[in-house]
């Protein structure tokens, strides 16, 4: 069964940490790129951070230096580690893979 599960959101005060989970079936994660995307209230889904198969990541401007993207291979799970977290963090965050997407876990951010 082809499938991605996110876990690890919740409700956070500004400046604390999360670390999302998300769990892919071997289908969707080996050999492939990871990524976590985001969706806020009234806006687009943007990519948050990436992890090639070999290791290598990018990120969007906003969270550099704040976030980071990591992948078990043994365990068929990528991370996003979230430290530093602002209000405009808040959203929806999904994890993907190939064509495929998780349900999404909301991140919660309050001032």
């Known amino acids: 069964q082809v499938q991605l599960v996110e876990s690890g959101g919740g409700l956070v005060q500004a400046g604390g940490s999360l670390r999302l989970s998300c769990a892919a079936s071997?289908?969707?994660?080996?050999?492939?790129?990871m990524a976590w995307y985001r969706q806020a209230p009234g806006k687009q889904r943007e990519l948050v951070a990436a992890?090639?198969?070999?290791?290598?990541?990018n990120y969007a401007d906003s969270v550099k230096g704040r976030f980071t993207i990591s992948r078990d291979n043994a365990k068929n799970t990528v991370y996003l580690q979230m430290n530093s977290l602002k209000p405009e963090d808040t959203a929806v965050y999904y994890c993907?893979?190939?064509?495929?997407w998780g349900r999404g876990t909301q991140v919660t951010v309050s001032s």
């Open positions: 993907n893979g190939q064509v495929f």
């Open positions: 071997e289908r969707i994660f080996t050999f492939n790129t």
């Open positions: 992890i090639t198969s070999g290791g290598s990541t």
